[in-house]
């Protein structure tokens, strides 16, 4: 088989593309502050270019760091994968629930901050214990500390990309394998290899959330890259030469990115579907239950600890309820613009994942669409945002200064991963319905509407989802942008930490988690409705997208 | 879904403000707990909608001086106040701010104003030890910021902020104007080879002492207070007091009126107001100040009858040293 790109060859889901003006709003919204930066960073008054190559090339003290920060984010992104895979392939054993692989990804909506600060809590809690007991105290410092807590944030998204990954496979071709080979071998040799690019394709997302995350690791005062770039900009206070400098973060996201997404040409996906039956034949060795057990006792804590941990620091329901009514306009704002963002978003990915599964000639450049803004640090995101939309030729919209401009941080952000998750989304879909629809309607809007809308349904669904929480969560961006006398719920939960407010912070913060669960629970009931609805389930012998299926 | 698109971003592009009447834009670094009841106040003496941005600690105070300099060319903000002096300093350098001399700043010392009018510092707060009461004995209390560097202190128990953001950068650029960079160097990189803790920021070494993962951390007044007020088992020292000592850094808030900014005269009232003695006295019962640049009587709760006696250094020096400072601090400490 001859190696190809995934976006050298169209999927029959590519139908339809969109044409040049969706495709300029998609350059202007996502695409337009990575421009003005480099607008600035080529016309401004900048770094002059001789010096470029020293601050773009990392050497010495900077090379140092770049490489552990390398080290950490490829730690974190296989001990996640590898646990969440064991959890998954558990989970999937006992239970064809759908909601599973929402539940954990809402989870991981939950900021960075708030588990450093509730693992905190819990070690020094922890340690007062063994100290009184007259036992070592456990490190509250170091690689190993920071790289556990930034596991637990990351490990419920690589639970549920697992899940979204063990589903994928072909029920039928491991009732084969099973019925053939017995136990560990239709795993190794069926399950793995099939699921194995959207896992990877979830390793690279992790990989590039832990290699920017600085929070955490300078918590545990442990020095990354990300940090570095923040110190620079700190003391010489030029974006422009911030750009240069994260230039090693860029090209080390770009390629997990590139390399991680580029493998989901290869993986055999079943069309998503409610309640998929289970495999009946499976039979699994003692030690595979043993580690997938041991998974699951990972994660349990590392899911639980931090609310927990929130709970026990807001102390009562009426502490709780004061809190809120204190927040009530940063929640609801929040929510509007959280919910501004996903809906927004679903168009604006699904024109990137229809270009990138079209095989256009432009399809290496769509990728670098998807991919480069995402490997943007957030600060350098908002000053593009300012750049762009405070610029004379825009201002007179007077969208710069309104409560839309963090709506518009969230799109540049977190669109690209919505379309991550939208190109997976239409490589799922089925090609033969796409195909019989051409024949048979003539119409492209009926064909939208009648076929390829309630197939993307999961997947614009999951988009939104995933735009949602992370909107939900995010400052860096929004702090340089947000409408003067409107602050955001993430901005109210930052300014109560520094003044020492645990309750409070505990308080707001169990109210982003309550939001980010009721929405998993809206999503989860739409998608069973959907299903029913549509009545998708998959007959038996239907075509999978995928090379191994055709 | 093509015309959900150009619907959606239509709605957005169209989305008309409504013009700004009697309303002041303010850019804060202050802590919104502390900023907010004052400028609240002043809405209520005044009349005038004040509209607010307050920074977090997490961007390190440059969050808004970095929206500042990238509105340069189409300010948004009228005023900013600013908990510290140096990234005030630095805007005026940039030409983002406006000269403005408030009638009320004249009971401000001229070390505490800018010459040309483009800043005014109030309220101050001061550089302080924190010290855990429970781990520490009266007479091993530390007196001096070389005590952190004391072979004899483990290292492991002491924490100060990462010196490359907010005002631990401040008090790092302050040291080595006042002992030239060398010996400040020298000072730091004595700390960096005793393992002293650094940590993510001034509440972070506050919540550390309080929990007694750490036995003493330097840290702002309005840190310590909070933890003093919270009945934490802890004391405040302020250190260098004794005679021929150095003193502390003492940090003056700042406030600024912006170049260009779209309402300039509540602006400039609400200059005069935060200068006013009535915002003095609050800000001192607040929590948020704990020195007194200008006149007021009100002293601080959790430093009831203690004098803070300062460094003497030019805030001007400071802000002279604050890049050399800055990028030996990246190098002793990000490693």
Redesign the interface.
């Known amino acids: 088989m001859t190696e190809c790109p995934i976006w050298d060859r169209p999927h029959p889901a590519a139908d339809g593309r969109?044409?040049p003006?969706?495709v300029l709003?998609y350059g202007?919204?996502v695409l337009g502050p990575v421009l003005a930066l480099i607008a600035g960073l080529l016309l401004g008054d900048g770094p002059p270019p001789a010096t470029w190559p020293e601050l773009v090339l990392p050497t010495g003290?900077r090379l140092?760091?770049w490489l552990r920060s390398i080290g950490l984010a490829t730690s974190v992104a296989v001990c996640g994968l590898t646990v969440g895979t064991l959890v998954a392939l558990r989970l999937r054993r006992h239970t064809r629930w759908a909601g599973w692989p929402w539940l954990f990804a809402m989870l991981a909506a939950l900021p960075p901050?708030t588990h450093a600060l509730a693992w905190?809590w819990v070690l020094?809690r922890t340690?007062?214990f063994l100290r009184g007991a007259g036992m070592q105290a456990l490190p509250?410092?170091g690689w190993l500390i920071a790289g556990w807590v930034q596991f637990t944030w990351l490990v419920p998204l690589a639970v549920a990309v697992s899940l979204v990954a063990v589903d994928a496979v072909p029920t039928d071709l491991l009732e084969a394998a099973h019925l053939l080979h017995g136990s560990v071998h239709p795993l190794m040799r069926v399950l793995l290899p099939l699921a194995g690019p959207l896992l990877l394709a979830g390793g690279g997302v992790l990989f590039l959330l832990s290699l920017l995350d600085y929070?955490i690791p300078?918590?545990f005062?442990v020095?990354v890259l990300a940090?570095?770039v923040?110190?620079?900009?700190?003391?010489?206070?030029q974006?422009d030469r911030a750009l240069l400098v994260s230039v090693p973060l860029l090209a080390a996201t770009v390629g997990a990115i590139t390399l991680s997404q580029g493998r989901l040409r290869d993986a055999a996906m079943a069309p998503p579907v409610h309640g998929r039956k289970a495999v009946t034949t499976e039979r699994w060795p003692r030690w595979l239950v043993a580690l997938s057990t041991g998974a699951v006792a990972i994660v349990m804590p590392a899911v639980l600890g931090p609310i927990v941990s929130l709970a026990a620091q807001v102390g009562s329901w009426q502490q709780l309820s004061a809190v809120l009514d204190g927040g009530r306009g940063e929640i609801v704002y929040s929510f509007g613009v959280s919910l501004a963002a996903a809906?927004?978003s679903?168009?604006?990915a699904?024109?990137a994942a229809q270009r990138i599964v079209g095989g256009t000639p432009l399809g290496r450049a769509w990728w670098l669409a998807v991919t480069l803004p995402m490997a943007l640090p957030g600060?350098l995101v908002?000053?593009g945002l300012?750049?762009l939309w405070?610029?004379?030729v825009i201002?007179f919209?007077?969208?710069?200064?309104?409560?839309?401009m963090p709506?518009?941080a969230a799109l540049a952000r977190y669109v690209p991963l919505g379309a991550l998750v939208m190109t997976a989304a239409l490589r799922r879909t089925d090609p033969s319905l796409i195909d019989a629809a051409r024949v048979l309607q003539a119409s492209r809007r009926r064909r939208?509407v009648l076929v390829h809308l309630p197939m993307l349904a999961p997947g614009l669904l999951a988009a939104g989802a995933v735009v949602f929480c992370l909107t939900l969560g995010e400052?860096?961006a929004t702090?340089?942008?947000?409408?003067?006398?409107h602050?955001t719920l993430s901005?109210?939960i930052?300014?109560?930490?520094?003044?020492?407010?645990s309750d409070t912070v505990a308080g707001l913060t169990l109210a982003m988690t309550a939001l980010v669960l009721t929405l998993g629970a809206i999503t989860v009931l739409v998608q069973t409705l959907w299903a029913r609805l549509t009545d998708i389930d998959p007959q038996p012998g239907v075509p999978v997208s995928g090379d191994s299926a055709r | 879904?093509?015309r959900?698109?150009?619907i959606?971003?239509l709605v957005?592009?169209?989305?008309?403000?409504i013009a700004d009447r009697d309303a002041v834009?303010?850019?804060s670094s202050v802590?919104?707990?502390f900023s907010e009841p004052i400028l609240t106040r002043f809405e209520e003496v005044s009349g005038i909608e004040?509209?607010?941005?307050?920074?977090?600690?997490?961007?390190?105070t440059?969050?808004?001086?970095?929206?500042l300099?990238?509105?340069r060319?189409?300010p948004?903000?009228d005023v900013f106040w600013n908990g510290e002096f140096a990234q005030t300093v630095?805007l005026a350098e940039e030409g983002v701010l406006a000269s403005y001399r408030p009638a009320n700043a004249e009971a401000v010392p001229p070390a505490y104003r800018d010459p040309d009018g483009a800043w005014t510092g109030f309220g101050g707060r001061g550089r302080v030890l924190l010290v855990n009461t429970d781990l520490v004995a009266d007479a091993a209390m530390p007196r001096s910021i070389h005590d952190l560097a004391d072979p004899a202190r483990p290292g492991d128990r002491i924490g100060i902020a990462?010196p490359?953001?907010g005002t631990t950068?401040t008090h790092a650029a302050a040291l080595y104007a006042h002992w030239g960079p060398e010996a400040a160097r020298d000072y730091f990189a004595s700390l960096a080879e005793s393992g002293v803790?650094?940590?993510?920021?001034n509440?972070?070494v506050?919540?550390m002492v309080v929990?007694?993962?750490l036995d003493v951390g330097l840290t702002d007044t309005d840190?310590a207070c909070?933890?003093v007020e919270?009945g934490a088992p802890v004391r405040i020292v302020i250190p260098d007091q004794g005679r021929g000592e150095i003193g502390t850094l003492i940090i003056p808030n700042t406030v600024a009126l912006i170049a260009g900014g779209p309402n300039p005269d509540p602006g400039k009232r609400l200059i005069d107001f935060l200068l006013s003695e009535a915002v003095a006295a609050a800000m001192i019962e607040s929590g948020w100040s704990h020195v007194v640049l200008g006149s007021s009587e009100t002293t601080p709760a959790c430093l009831e009858g203690v004098a803070i006696r300062g460094m003497d250094v030019p805030l001007a020096d400071v802000v002279a040293h604050m890049?050399a400072a800055?990028?030996d601090m990246?190098?002793i400490?990000?490693?």
Not at chain 1, 479 to 485: I, N, S, Y
Not at chain 2, 197 to 201: A, E, I, L, T
Request: aromatic residues 8%.
């Open positions: 969109p044409g003006l969706p709003l202007l919204t003290r140092a760091l901050m905190s020094a340690n007062l509250t410092s929070g300078s918590i005062q020095n940090l570095d923040f110190a620079d900009f700190s003391v010489h206070g974006a809906l927004l679903l168009p604006l699904a024109i600060p908002g000053i300012i750049r405070n610029s004379p201002a919209t007077s969208v710069y200064g309104s409560r839309w709506v518009l939208l400052l860096s702090l340089l942008v947000a409408a003067p006398g602050p901005m109210r930052y300014n109560y930490l520094h003044y020492g407010a | 879904m093509i959900a698109t150009l959606s971003l957005l592009l169209t989305a008309a403000c834009v303010v850019y802590d919104q707990v004040v509209r607010a941005v307050y920074d977090v600690e997490a961007a390190k440059t969050g808004l001086v970095t929206r300099i990238a509105e060319d189409n948004q903000a630095r990462y490359l953001f950068a803790r650094v940590v993510d920021g509440s972070v506050r919540d929990d007694g993962r840190d909070t933890a919270n890049e800055r990028t990246t190098e400490f990000v490693r």
